[in-house]
């Protein structure tokens, strides 16, 4: 089971993930709408989708879903990489820092945090030792 500590991990990454969805679903459709060049639009949509992809899965991820723990990696691993790619191409210097780290961050918490997706029914499992039908002649 999960102690407290792991608990409040869990909801901060939830609340983060609504709240990182939120602001780049508004970055990329505001971005969209400046219709700049090809690699920017590229950008704006990829962020505006990650953005709204990490909406549901806040949510699910305040609600132990086992789905949402791998989501919420892809969706926070692709916002990092979204995040790094002006860097990558040479189209600017300055990048966010702190959303970078965020969403490393919470991408390797989920990958790490595998315990807290396991339901009741995992650790009662049957096996060859705990089997009460098994019998040994």
Same mark, same amino acid.
């Given at each position: 089971?999960?102690?407290?500590?792991?608990?409040?991990?869990?909801?901060?990454? +939830?609340?983060?993930?609504?709240?990182?969805?939120?602001?780049?679903? #508004?970055?990329?459709?505001?971005?969209?709408? $400046?219709?700049? $060049?090809?690699?920017?639009?590229?950008?704006?949509?990829?962020?505006?989708?990650?953005?709204? #992809?990490?909406?549901?899965? %806040?949510?699910?991820? +305040?609600?132990?879903?086992?789905?949402?723990?791998?989501?919420?990696?892809?969706?926070?691993?692709?916002?990092?990489?979204?995040?790094?790619?002006?860097?990558?191409?040479?189209?600017?210097?300055?990048?966010?820092? +702190?959303?970078?780290?965020?969403?490393?961050?919470?991408?390797?918490?989920?990958?790490?945090? %595998?315990?807290?997706?396991?339901?009741?029914?995992? +650790?009662?499992?049957?096996?060859?030792?705990?089997?009460?039908?098994?019998?040994?002649?």
């Amino acid at each position: 089971m999960l102690d407290n500590h792991g608990e409040a991990g869990l909801y901060a990454v +939830a609340v983060l993930a609504l709240a990182l969805g939120g602001v780049h679903t #508004l970055g990329g459709l505001t971005l969209v709408s $400046s219709l700049g $060049s090809a690699g920017t639009l590229i950008r704006a949509g990829s962020q505006a989708v990650l953005g709204l #992809l990490l909406i549901p899965t %806040g949510v699910a991820l +305040a609600l132990r879903k086992p789905w949402s723990r791998w989501v919420g990696v892809v969706a926070f691993g692709g916002i990092a990489v979204v995040q790094l790619l002006p860097l990558v191409t040479g189209a600017t210097f300055a990048i966010p820092l +702190a959303g970078v780290l965020l969403a490393t961050g919470c991408a390797l918490y989920l990958l790490l945090a %595998g315990e807290a997706f396991e339901t009741a029914d995992d +650790a009662r499992a049957l096996t060859e030792d705990t089997n009460p039908h098994e019998f040994v002649r």
